[in-house]
């Protein structure tokens, strides 16, 4: 049985969501992988931090930056949970991420609806990886804030 490695990677990335939503915050989770190596990870720790820049992929791509100790990521995917907003879209730009990999489309603040032209010219975007799950994880999330 072959396995989908993006599938496998986002899997992480929704435990990563998970532990965000433990806490409170928006339930979004990433992680930066190259050559089947986890690089760096993080889950929204906006409320935690008291920083509007502490999303899952800020975290995730600092993470792995150190961990390599450059500035480029062009050979390395990120993988996260629901779509990156403009902020983390223009981060991926920098870093000139290799690929995106999302589950849950951002109808309101994602990037690839609001300038889908911030990523890097040589970014694979890939949508839709487990859609379903990271998209009801987000809806739960704020379900449970409105009846609260």
């Known amino acids: 049985m072959k396995i989908d490695m993006d599938e496998y990677y986002m899997r992480i990335a929704l435990a990563e969501a998970e532990k965000a939503a433990i806490e409170g915050e928006i339930p979004v989770g990433a992680l930066v992988v190259s050559q089947g190596k986890i690089l760096g990870k993080g889950y929204n720790q906006v409320e935690r931090l008291n ?9 995730a791509i600092t993470s ?10 062009s050979e390395c995917t990120l993988y996260v949970t629901l779509e990156p907003c403009v902020m983390c879209g223009g981060a991926t730009f ?22 889908p032209e911030v990523k ?29």
């Open 51 to 59: 920083d509007p820049t502490a999303h899952a992929e800020m975290l």
């Open 64 to 73: 792995a930056t150190n961990h390599l100790g450059g500035k480029y990521l």
């Open 94 to 115: 920098w870093t000139q991420m290799g690929r995106i990999v999302f589950g849950a489309k951002d109808p309101k603040r994602g990037f690839m609806r609001l300038t």
């Open 120 to 148: 890097h010219p040589k970014t694979e975007i890939v949508s839709g990886v487990l859609e379903e799950e990271c998209q009801a994880l987000i809806l739960n999330f704020f379900k449970s804030l409105r009846t609260s």
